[in-house]
């Protein structure tokens, strides 16, 4: 057995599909107010983010202009969010993973009756004890506190703490909280991005947690 008794997991772009619908909807939501699109390195920019991030794209905006940016972004995303779905060999090793005993969280920027929704809609939801949203922090990757926050409230020390994420901003957060990494490379998580940040581990599909873990 392993040292780890908790795994955290990022949220979009590692557990479930739904990286691809968000930029998607913000695309929708600049679209409707500014009249333009967002580029690809826009788009690849605020994967995973919080709202603010628009402020780095569009310094010159306006608050009311960001206000409806964000409105618009929310209503496209509720429309199709019950399209998302677990990405293949999630919900066998988080199953096995919660079966084995190992404490399960989440980390996400998303506001928190959104996210449990999606866990619900995969029927995912059951193996998570604690689900860490966008109101329970004010803090976001690549700052250490949202994962430091999440470790505390399993009652885990961060050295028995392996964190999953597909995003740079993951790997950062795990090098400043002390935490172990493994890069999913099975959803959004991109090679290429992901290895000069000298995560941990790189996994190509779910089921390598269940050997590292259980092994």
């Known amino acids: 057995m392993s040292r780890f008794t908790g795994v955290l997991f990022d949220l979009d772009g590692t557990l479930i599909n739904s990286e691809g619908l968000g930029t998607e909807a913000y695309n929708y939501g600049v679209q409707k107010v500014l009249s333009r699109e967002l580029n690809e390195t826009d788009k690849q920019y605020l994967l995973g983010k919080p709202f603010k991030a628009l402020d780095d794209i569009f310094p010159f905006l306006s608050p009311s202009e960001k206000e409806k940016i964000i409105e ?22 988080i199953k096995i993973l919660n079966e084995n005993g190992l404490k399960l969280g989440i980390v996400t920027a998303k506001l928190k009756q959104n996210a449990e929704k999606e866990l619900r809609n ?18 976001f990757k690549p700052s250490p506190v949202p994962l430091l926050q999440l470790a505390e409230k399993l009652n885990l020390h961060p050295n028995q ?5 597909d995003q740079p901003t993951d790997i950062q957060a795990t090098h400043a909280a002390n935490m172990t990494s493994v890069a999913a490379l099975w959803g959004e998580g991109k090679l290429e991005r992901l290895s000069p940040l000298n995560p941990t581990f790189l996994f190509n599909n779910p089921k390598q947690l269940i050997e590292l873990l259980l092994s």
């Not at 618009?72 to 090793?93: A, M, W």
């Not at 703490?161 to 994420?165: A, E, F, R, S, T």
Request: proline share 4%; aromatic share 18%.
């Open 72 to 93: 618009e972004t929310l209503d496209y995303y509720k429309n199709y969010n019950h399209q998302i779905k677990e990405y293949p060999g999630i919900r066998k090793t």
């Open 122 to 139: 995969t029927g995912l939801f059951p193996f998570f004890e604690v689900v860490l949203a966008k109101e329970d922090c004010h803090e």
């Open 161 to 165: 703490c392996l964190y999953v994420g």
